[in-house]
């Protein structure tokens, strides 16, 4: 039962104001401690080289760099134009084009916050420009930035992949059909609610300056075809079964050095930022890589996770009611604390669970992915809208973008039941590749 209280003290310390990683460290040491007297070091030292040592977990600067580099070099502007083109004669176009956008870029980067900065810095003002609702422009940019979470390769996937004990290629082949379905609902309500609606989002009326189809096709194949072949190198190496998650990795970083030198945006210092943001980055999330393994070691080996089993055991919720709760739990937590976090506290203890009870483990891993993005958009603490705070003009009220949050929450919620009741959109792909290889 000790272990137990090893949750309201880390929590407790969370609330008053600690970082995530040095509470998890300090309540693994003196719970170690005290358990295990000086035994805990070498315990510790042992989890110090776990980490050290998987090479997985290179790919994560990689991915990092690849998307601070395409995020400094200007290239979103280009891919901004190029999709607007074809969208904004539709109802709600600039906010159908934001989607398609943060889709592409997402896919580009891999990094959760990049996407919402980058594209919500350029879509708010022309959507602003053109009368677009508040509420629409806030729900389109939080929504749309949140799709890194399961749009690949995301670093979300490089990290949850050693945890769950679930191949990485997997899981990014895995995202693909719920990260389309949820893409392609985001779209079709944002079409439907305008065309309702249609002061809410209406449409760029036509101008002397529009360029013909021609000009078009050009002006979209410069923008659209390196990155787009960059996306195809990345993933398609990884699904083929060419490269490893880290290779494919060091392929992406390669990649966009190369977009920014085509596209002539290539500069020391956009460099060097990049390179500043890669090393803070990769520091944070390997700091608290670290500082859970540690607590769920010391968590394990107090007896923890037998604790766990009599509980959930006396009462006796059933495999699916054990799934909810775990979820439940996953939704709650998201509220105030990061994605990398809720992961290392919350999956090493889930996952033995899953797996006794028959659950496919790459079905639970997409389910936990789909949770962490919805409660990254669910108010009150929803971290997507202190991301767009930090962006939007002073005239977009906090009211106005909770409100706006709101339908795609539900959004996300459909595509949940939906994975729940079909696992075969997770598992289909990876099992026709598996096959095919």
Same mark, same amino acid.
């Given at each position: 039962?000790?272990?137990?209280?090893?949750?309201?003290?880390?929590?407790?310390?969370?609330?008053?104001?600690?970082?995530?990683?040095?509470?998890?460290?300090?309540?693994?040491?003196?719970?170690?401690?005290?358990?295990?007297?000086?035994?805990?070091?070498?315990?510790?030292?042992?989890?110090?080289?776990?980490?050290?040592?998987?090479?997985?977990?290179?790919?994560?600067?990689?991915?990092?760099?690849?998307?601070?580099?395409?995020?400094?070099?200007?290239?979103?502007?280009?891919?901004?134009?190029?999709?607007?083109?074809?969208?904004? =004669?539709?109802?709600?176009?600039?906010?159908?084009?934001?989607?398609?956008?943060?889709?592409?870029?997402?896919?580009?980067?891999?990094?959760?916050?990049?996407?919402?900065?980058?594209?919500?810095?350029?879509?708010?003002?022309?959507?602003? =420009?053109?009368?677009?609702?508040?509420?629409?422009?806030?729900?389109?940019?939080?929504?749309?930035?949140?799709?890194?979470?399961?749009?690949?390769?995301?670093?979300?996937?490089?990290?949850?992949?050693?945890?769950?004990?679930?191949?990485?290629?997997?899981?990014?082949?895995?995202?693909?059909?719920?990260?389309?379905?949820?893409?392609?609902?985001?779209?079709?309500?944002?079409?439907?609610?305008?065309?309702?609606?249609?002061?809410?989002?209406?449409?760029?009326?036509?101008?002397?300056?529009?360029?013909?189809?021609?000009?078009?096709?050009?002006?979209?194949?410069?923008?659209?075809?390196?990155?787009?072949?960059?996306?195809?190198?990345?993933?398609?190496?990884?699904?083929?079964?060419?490269?490893?998650?880290?290779?494919?990795?060091?392929?992406?970083?390669?990649?966009?050095?190369?977009?920014?030198?085509?596209? =002539?945006?290539?500069?020391?210092?956009?460099?060097?930022?990049?390179?500043?943001?890669?090393?803070?980055?990769?520091?944070?999330?390997?700091?608290?890589?670290?500082?859970?393994?540690?607590?769920?070691?010391?968590?394990?080996?107090?007896?923890?996770?037998?604790?766990?089993?009599?509980?959930?055991?006396?009462?006796?919720?059933?495999?699916?009611?054990?799934?909810?709760?775990?979820?439940?739990?996953?939704?709650?937590?998201?509220?105030?604390?990061?994605?990398?976090?809720?992961?290392?506290?919350?999956?090493?203890?889930?996952?033995?669970?899953?797996?006794?009870?028959?659950?496919?483990?790459?079905?639970?891993?997409?389910?936990?992915?789909?949770?962490?993005?919805?409660?990254?958009?669910?108010?009150?603490?929803?971290?997507?809208?202190?991301?767009? =705070?930090?962006?939007?003009?002073?005239?977009?009220?906090?009211?106005?973008?909770?409100?706006?949050?709101?339908?795609?929450?539900?959004?996300?919620?459909?595509?949940?039941?939906?994975?729940?009741?079909?696992?075969?959109?997770?598992?289909?792909?990876?099992?026709?590749?598996?096959?095919?290889?």
């Amino acid at each position: 039962m000790e272990a137990l209280l090893m949750f309201p003290a880390l929590f407790l310390l969370i609330f008053l104001g600690f970082p995530v990683a040095f509470s998890l460290m300090s309540v693994a040491f003196v719970f170690g401690v005290m358990t295990f007297d000086l035994a805990a070091f070498f315990q510790f030292t042992q989890k110090i080289e776990d980490v050290a040592t998987n090479f997985v977990l290179a790919a994560v600067p990689l991915f990092v760099f690849m998307g601070a580099m395409l995020e400094r070099s200007g290239i979103a502007e280009s891919l901004f134009d190029a999709v607007h083109l074809w969208t904004r =004669r539709l109802p709600g176009g600039l906010a159908v084009g934001t989607v398609v956008m943060c889709i592409i870029f997402a896919a580009s980067t891999g990094v959760i916050g990049a996407t919402e900065t980058v594209v919500g810095l350029l879509a708010i003002p022309a959507m602003m =420009r053109f009368n677009y609702r508040n509420s629409l422009i806030s729900g389109t940019i939080c929504a749309g930035g949140s799709l890194g979470t399961i749009i690949p390769p995301s670093v979300v996937v490089v990290v949850l992949g050693p945890i769950a004990n679930v191949s990485i290629g997997d899981l990014m082949v895995g995202m693909i059909i719920p990260g389309l379905i949820l893409s392609a609902l985001y779209v079709l309500y944002i079409l439907a609610y305008c065309l309702i609606d249609k002061d809410a989002g209406p449409r760029v009326p036509p101008s002397a300056d529009d360029p013909d189809l021609a000009t078009k096709l050009a002006i979209t194949l410069k923008a659209l075809l390196p990155p787009m072949l960059m996306i195809v190198a990345v993933l398609g190496s990884i699904m083929g079964g060419i490269a490893a998650p880290t290779e494919a990795a060091a392929l992406g970083a390669l990649g966009s050095i190369l977009l920014t030198l085509l596209y =002539r945006r290539f500069t020391l210092a956009t460099f060097g930022e990049a390179l500043v943001k890669t090393l803070t980055v990769t520091s944070m999330i390997m700091l608290i890589l670290l500082a859970g393994s540690l607590f769920t070691g010391v968590f394990a080996a107090t007896g923890g996770m037998m604790v766990m089993t009599d509980l959930l055991n006396s009462v006796n919720l059933g495999p699916w009611g054990m799934i909810f709760l775990f979820l439940g739990m996953v939704f709650i937590a998201g509220f105030f604390l990061e994605w990398i976090s809720i992961l290392l506290i919350f999956v090493p203890l889930f996952m033995p669970f899953v797996n006794s009870a028959g659950f496919d483990p790459l079905w639970f891993s997409m389910l936990i992915l789909i949770m962490i993005q919805t409660s990254y958009l669910t108010p009150p603490m929803a971290p997507a809208i202190f991301y767009l =705070r930090g962006i939007a003009p002073p005239e977009m009220t906090l009211q106005q973008m909770y409100w706006g949050v709101v339908p795609f929450i539900l959004l996300q919620v459909v595509v949940m039941v939906v994975v729940m009741l079909f696992p075969e959109t997770v598992t289909w792909l990876p099992d026709q590749l598996l096959g095919f290889k």
